[in-house]
T-cell receptor, first 110, second 114 residues
Framework: EDKVVQSPLSLVVHEGDTVTLNCSYE??????LLWYKQEKKAPTFLFML????IEKKSGRLSSILDKKELFSILNITATQTGDSAVYLCAVERNTDKLIFGTGTRLQVFP | SAVISQKPSRDICQRGTSLTIQCQVD?????MFWYRQQPGQSLTLIAT?????????ESGFVIDKFPISRPNLTFSTLTVSNMSPEDSSIYLC???????????FGQGTRLTVV
């Protein structure tokens, strides 16, 4: 059965800390791995990863995929209170369907 | 990226009634999907909305409970029928413009059934 597992389930940090969010997967017909940030209802797209070892970066956020070990990490440096959200990892299969992990709830306190 | 308008944004409904959620996209898109997010849970795919044919439902979801329409490449509706409190969730539509493209989400509909 396809599954996507995220860890930790929740994380509480202070502003300025660096966090690493983990996503491991067991999915047949893997196409890509995506990260989303969900603050209220709608997830907003962060990264799409298709190739191993190539880091994607956007400001203080970066992510990398390891297709051999079947995992991805999302790093956030110098965290801010505005980073508080649920971060969702999803794996896309060749059937165009996304399988979501349960998310990591990040809380950043001043 | 596609701009998606989903409505209503929230509703409180009586059990036994039905609610139709609309999703309008500002461009023609190949794939449209409907998700449910129950409280404290991740997103679960309900069905893929196919233009010109019946939707394709995931295990555990049936057409009688969640009828879907997709009359063209920019619009879809999801109806939650004969609602019960267990249907209280966030419902999200998502679009993917072609293979290999990232998925974008509507603003979501927060449904509470009382």
């Amino acid at each position: 059965e396809d599954k996507v597992v995220q860890s930790p389930l929740s994380l509480v940090v202070h502003e300025g800390d660096t966090v690493t969010l983990n996503c491991s997967y067991e999915v047949t017909n893997f196409r890509s791995l995506l990260w989303y940030k969900q603050e209220k209802k709608a997830p907003t797209f962060l990264f799409m990863l298709t190739s191993s070892g190539i880091e994607k970066k956007s400001g203080r956020l970066s992510s990398i995929l390891d297709k051999k070990e079947l995992f991805s990490i999302l790093n956030i440096t110098a965290t801010q209170t505005g980073d508080s959200a649920v971060y969702l990892c999803a794996v896309e299969r060749n059937t165009d369907k996304l399988i979501f992990g349960t998310g990591t709830r990040l809380q950043v306190f001043p | 990226s596609a701009v998606i308008s989903q409505k209503p944004s929230r509703d409180i409904c009586q059990r036994g009634t039905s609610l139709t959620i609309q999703c309008q996209v500002d461009s023609q898109v190949t794939m449209m999907f409907w998700y449910r997010q129950q409280p404290g849970q991740s997103l679960t795919l309900i069905a893929t909305a196919n233009q010109g044919s019946e939707a394709t439902y995931e295990s555990g979801f049936v057409i009688d409970k969640f009828p879907i329409s997709r009359p063209n490449l920019t619009f879809s509706t999801l109806t939650v029928s004969n609602m019960s409190p267990e249907d209280s969730s966030i419902y999200l539509c998502s679009v993917e413009d072609g293979r290999g493209a990232e998925a974008f989400f509507g603003q979501g509909t927060r449904l509470t059934v009382v």
